[in-house]
């Protein structure tokens, strides 16, 4: 009986170590985030436009732009669009000077913004893109009294540039 005894004994003692020796915690959960950014549209650059020399007639004068001496062969516009879901943009030229009318894709610029270049949505292309100028539709033009104002000299017209998202209409309401 007092093998028994000392066994159950040993056996109470060890059952009573073994389930005090586990310790538990109090339950507890954490997170980890990340925070993704959505990018922009920008305008990086338009190259300058080159409609070499023309000699003075003495009648109106349209010319239109000369071939490109750019390694792509063609002058262009550079966006870059790094948005998630891109929506379009389109870039819009304006001027204020009035010696010569100055057409670029067919768009002629005056003071009031144009729409020159418009990008539709694009989920291929993500980063700088180019949209190539037209010099078939591009061009210089002064009227006779123009030409005869600014004979010997040059002409430079400047173009304020502005790039402005697509918006895209959700749904109609009625």
Known sequence: MKKINL????????????????????????????????????LNSIDSLDFGSFQYNNSDISVLL????????KEAVHVTDTRAN??????????????????INGVTLTSLSGAVFTKAADNENFGQESLNIDKDSTNIALTKAQAKATAGKSITLNVDWTISKTVTKASDFN
Do not use: C, R, Y
């Open 7 to 42: 066994a159950l004994l040993t056996l109470a003692t060890l059952m009573g170590v073994s389930s005090t020796a586990v310790v538990f915690a109090d339950d507890a959960t954490s997170t980890g985030t990340l925070e993704i950014t959505d990018g922009d549209v920008t």
């Open 66 to 73: 000369k071939d490109s001496t750019n390694t792509t062969g």
């Open 86 to 103: 891109p929506t379009g943009w389109t870039v819009s030229g304006s001027t204020q000077d009035t010696g010569a009318n100055l057409t």
